[in-house]
C-alpha cells in the first residue's frame, strides 16, 4: 500500500513554545478531523449503555455520514490530485495525496470496527429481542412462498438485468444504488459471463415476514438471489454479490455571469452529479477477486477504493429496522416537548412576544411556538407581511404551506429559498416553484453566497401602530429535525433587531449598498473581523479573559491564529466543537489554556453560542455561523447578541451544562486523539455523573411550561463566570419573573 510522504509523517511531530503561530504542525487536518467525529458516532454505536436500537441507529447514521463524506470530500481529493495540484490551502499544509492516502487507511479501520461492532453486539442483542435480520438462515416453506409471490408480484416486474460483455458495455450505475453482480454460464457452456441487477430503490430494503419468535426480516437481496434464475431463464446462476458505488455529488457554480436561471442550472448539476465520477467501490466480503478487480478497473479507482465488508452493503437501509413499530424497551424514552408558559398563556403569540423576548431551546422546547408563529401570520388579518429564509425544511413543511396560505390572503409574502443546501437542492426548488405558484415572491439570494441564516420577520398592525415580530434562530426551519437537533432561537419585538431584520432582507432581495447594522453581526461582511476583535479584547485581560463557544466546526486559521494568541496571554478558553477542529489544544506555551470537547449523544449538538467574559459583564450571542471559512467569508450568516438577563442566563446555563458532561463528552487532546471524559476530569472523583442532554431533559419534564433554569439545589458548578453569583442570578431571576406575572395577571 502506498504511503503518505516523508514531510506528512514529519509534520506529525508536535510544535513547541517557540513556533510560529502559522506553524502548520498547530492545525489539525480537516478530513482526519471530521473522520475523528465520525469515530465518535461510530463509539456511540459500540457504547452498551446505549439502547439497542439507537446503538443500530447510530451505525446508520455512520454510514450516512460516510457516503457523504466520500461525495465531497473524497472526491475534491481526488479531483486536487488529478489536477496535479501539489499544494495544500488548510493551515496543516497536508498535501492531497497524502491526506488521500491517510484518509483511506483510516476509513478502512473505521469500517472494519463497525463490521465487528454489527456482527458480535448488535445484531445478536437484538436477535435475543425479538428482531432477526435473516439474511442466510433457512427460512420456513409459508415464508418461501410468501416471499416467493412476492418477488413475482412486486419485484420482479421492476428488476432490469444488464449483460456486460463487447455489445453491453458496463453500465453507469447510478450513485449510491446498490447492486448485484451477477456470474453465469450458459448451460452447455464454461465460460463465465456477467452482469448486474439494480435493487430497486422504491422498495423497502427489508421485508417483514410472518413468525411466532418476533419481527424477522429478509433483506430485498435475498429475496432477489433466491429467485435470480427468472432474471436469466436458461442460464446457469454460479453467484452473485451485492456492491455498491458511491460518486462524486460535489459541484460548485463558478461561472456566475453566465448563469440565467439559477434554478434550471442546479437542477442539470444534480442531474449530472448523480452520474458522476466513482470515489467508493463497497462490496460482499466474500466476493471473489477477479469480479472485484473487473468492478474495481471499469469504475476507474484505486485498489484503496475498495472496501470489501461483511456487514450489509448500504447500511443507511438499517432505518428501516430502526423505525420498526414497538420494541419500545430498546429505544431511549420518549420525550415530550415543553411550552412556555408564556405562549401557552397568552392570548396570541404575538401578544407573548410583546411582553418580552422568548428563548427556545430545541429539543427541549417545542418548535410548535415557531410554526404556531408563522401559521397565525398566515391567517391573521392584521399582519400585512412575511418574510422568510428557508435553507433545509422537511418534505410535508408547515412551514411552506403556512406561507402559500399568507400569499393566497392577499398578504405581502417574500421567501429567500437557498437552492445550493447540498443534498437537498431537489427539494428546494420544488418547494421553490410551489411558492411562486401561490403567489410568494421567491428569491434566492445572493449569487456567490449561500444564505444560511435563518430569519423570520413578521409585519403586523396592532391597533393603529405596525409592529414588527422577528425569530432568529441557530437551527433550520424544519419541525422533523427540531425534534432531534439541538439549537436556539428567539422570538422577539425589538425594534433594532427588527431594524436589522428587514435591511437584510432588503439587502439580499434588491440593490444597495451594505446595511450598517444596529444589533446583528453579520457575515461575509463583519462577523470574523469581529469574532477577532472579540477575542483580542480578552487577551488585553489576560488571566481575567474567558472565552467559551458551543459550535460544530473550527477551521478559520485567523481566528484560530487569534485563540492561540488568547491562549498565550493567559486567557482560558472553552469550545465545545461537535465535529471539526482544525486548533491543536494542549501544546505547551501555545494552547495549553484551550480545551477542546465534544458531545455525542441522542440529539445531534447544533445550536452556536458564543460566550466572551469582558470583565464580568458578558457578551454572549447565539449565531448560525460556525467557526470555518465558508460560514465567514462566503455565507450570509448572523450573530446575534443577547442582553436580556434572564435569555443570557439561559444560554450560559447550556454552556455550563455542556461544560459538565462527564459521560457522553470527549476532549481533544494535542496529539488529535480524542479521549472521553471521566467524572475525575471535570471536578474530582466524587463527582457525580453528569449527561447534559439528560440533564436538560429532566429539567424540562420537571418544569413543563417554563424556561430550562434549573433548580438552585441542583445547580452544576457555575463554570463560565465564577465572578457572577449563580445562586443570586437565579433568585433575581426569578423574583423578576414572579413580578412579570402579577402584573401581567
Request: net charge negative; with cysteine.
Amino acid at each position: 500500500m502506498e504511503m503518505p510522504s516523508e514531510s506528512a509523517q514529519e509534520s506529525s511531530a508536535l510544535p513547541n513554545a517557540a513556533s510560529e503561530l502559522h506553524d502548520s504542525r498547530l492545525y489539525i487536518n480537516r478530513e482526519l478531523s471530521w473522520l475523528e467525529f465520525n469515530s465518535r458516532v461510530l463509539e456511540e454505536g459500540l457504547n452498551p449503555d446505549v439502547p439497542l436500537l439507537e446503538r443500530l441507529k447510530f451505525l446508520a447514521i455512520f454510514s450516512s455520514n460516510l457516503d457523504e463524506f466520500f461525495m465531497v470530500r473524497v472526491s475534491i481529493l481526488k479531483k486536487k490530485i488529478a489536477s496535479g495540484i501539489t499544494t495544500s490551502s488548510g493551515g496543516d499544509k497536508m498535501l492531497p495525496r497524502d491526506q488521500y492516502l491517510t484518509v483511506t487507511k483510516r476509513v478502512h479501520e473505521l469500517v472494519d470496527e463497525l463490521c465487528r461492532c454489527l456482527h458480535e453486539a448488535v445484531l445478536p442483542g437484538l436477535r435475543e429481542n425479538g428482531i432477526a435480520i435473516r439474511d442466510a438462515e433457512p427460512l420456513s416453506p409459508e415464508q418461501r412462498d410468501h416471499l416467493r409471490d412476492l418477488f413475482t408480484r412486486e419485484i420482479f416486474p421492476v428488476l432490469t438485468p444488464l449483460a456486460i460483455d463487447l455489445s453491453h458495455p458496463f453500465p453507469h450505475l447510478l450513485n449510491g444504488s446498490s447492486n448485484l453482480a451477477v456470474r453465469l454460464r450458459r448451460k452447455k457452456e464454461s465460460r463465465q459471463l456477467l452482469a448486474v441487477v439494480q435493487l430497486p430503490s422504491v422498495l423497502p430494503r427489508y421485508v417483514p415476514v410472518s413468525s411466532e419468535d418476533g419481527d424477522e426480516l429478509v433483506p430485498i437481496e435475498r429475496i432477489i438471489r433466491e429467485n435470480i434464475e427468472a432474471l436469466f431463464p436458461g442460464m446457469v446462476v454460479i453467484d452473485s454479490f451485492v456492491f455498491r458505488v458511491t460518486r462524486d455529488a460535489d459541484f460548485d457554480l463558478d461561472d456566475y455571469e453566465e448563469i440565467k436561471d439559477l434554478a434550471e442550472k442546479i437542477e442539470r448539476q444534480i442531474r449530472e452529479r448523480r452520474r458522476g465520477a466513482a470515489t467508493r467501490l463497497e462490496i460482499e466480503a466474500e466476493a471473489p477477486l477477479e469480479l472485484v478487480e473487473f468492478l474495481r478497473e471499469a469504475l476507474d479507482l484505486e485498489t484503496s477504493d475498495v472496501y470489501q465488508v461483511s456487514a450489509p452493503v448500504g447500511l443507511t437501509g438499517l432505518f428501516d429496522v430502526y423505525h420498526l413499530a414497538g420494541h419500545e424497551e430498546l429505544r431511549d424514552p420518549p420525550h415530550v416537548p415543553r411550552v412556555a408558559s408564556i405562549i401557552a398563556d397568552a392570548s396570541s403569540v404575538f401578544s407573548a412576544i410583546r411582553e418580552g423576548d422568548i428563548l427556545l431551546h430545541h429539543p427541549y422546547d417545542s418548535f410548535k411556538p415557531v410554526v404556531d408563529f408563522i401559521s397565525a401570520a398566515a391567517d391573521d388579518p392584521k399582519v400585512l407581511a412575511i418574510k422568510q429564509t428557508l435553507y433545509r425544511t422537511s418534505s410535508d413543511s408547515p412551514i411552506v404551506g403556512a406561507l402559500k396560505r399568507a400569499a393566497d390572503q392577499g398578504k405581502q409574502v417574500t421567501a429567500l429559498v437557498e437552492l445550493q443546501a447540498r443534498m437537498d437542492e431537489e427539494r428546494n426548488i420544488a418547494w421553490a416553484r410551489e411558492l411562486e405558484k401561490s403567489g410568494v415572491h421567491v428569491v434566492y439570494g445572493i449569487l456567490g453566497l449561500k444564505t444560511h441564516c435563518k430569519v423570520c420577520l413578521v409585519v403586523r398592525r396592532d391597533e393603529s401602530k405596525i409592529h414588527r415580530y422577528v425569530h432568529l434562530s441557530t437551527g433550520n426551519y424544519n419541525p422533523q429535525t427540531a425534534q432531534f437537533y439541538t439549537d436556539v432561537g428567539i422570538l422577539t419585538a425589538d425594534e433594532a433587531f427588527a431594524d436589522d431584520a428587514s435591511a437584510l432582507f432588503n439587502y439580499l432581495t434588491g440593490y444597495g449598498e451594505l446595511p450598517s447594522w444596529k444589533r446583528l453581526i453579520v457575515a461575509p461582511s463583519r462577523l470574523r473581523s469581529s469574532l477577532v476583535e472579540m477575542i483580542q479584547a480578552e487577551t488585553a485581560l489576560g488571566p481575567e479573559g474567558r472565552i467559551v463557544a458551543k459550535i460544530n466546526a473550527v477551521l478559520e486559521p485567523s481566528v484560530i491564529r487569534a485563540l492561540y494568541a488568547a491562549s498565550q496571554a493567559g486567557v482560558r478558553i472553552d469550545l465545545i466543537c461537535r465535529g471539526i477542529c482544525a486548533l491543536r489544544p494542549g501544546v505547551p506555551g501555545i494552547s495549553d489554556n484551550i480545551r477542546v470537547r465534544s458531545i455525542i449523544d441522542r440529539f445531534l449538538e447544533h445550536s452556536r453560542i458564543y460566550y466572551f467574559g469582558n470583565q464580568g459583564q458578558p457578551r454572549v450571542y447565539l449565531a448560525s455561523a460556525d467557526w470555518m471559512d465558508r460560514n465567514l467569508l462566503r455565507r450570509i450568516e448572523i450573530a446575534v447578541p443577547i442582553e436580556d438577563p434572564l435569555l443570557r442566563a439561559q444560554l450560559i446555563e447550556i454552556l455550563n451544562v455542556n461544560l459538565s458532561d462527564n459521560v457522553k463528552a470527549h476532549e481533544l487532546t494535542a496529539t488529535g486523539q480524542w479521549n472521553r471524559v471521566t467524572p475525575s476530569e471535570v471536578t474530582d472523583e466524587t463527582a457525580p455523573r453528569v449527561r447534559a442532554q439528560q440533564y436538560l431533559l429532566r429539567a424540562a419534564a420537571r418544569n413543563p411550561v417554563d424556561p430550562p433554569l434549573l433548580p438552585v439545589d441542583e445547580a452544576l458548578p457555575f463554570i463560565v463566570d465564577e465572578r457572577v453569583s449563580r445562586k443570586k442570578l437565579l433568585k433575581g431571576i426569578r423574583k423578576k419573573r414572579r413580578a412579570e406575572r402579577e402584573t401581567n395577571s
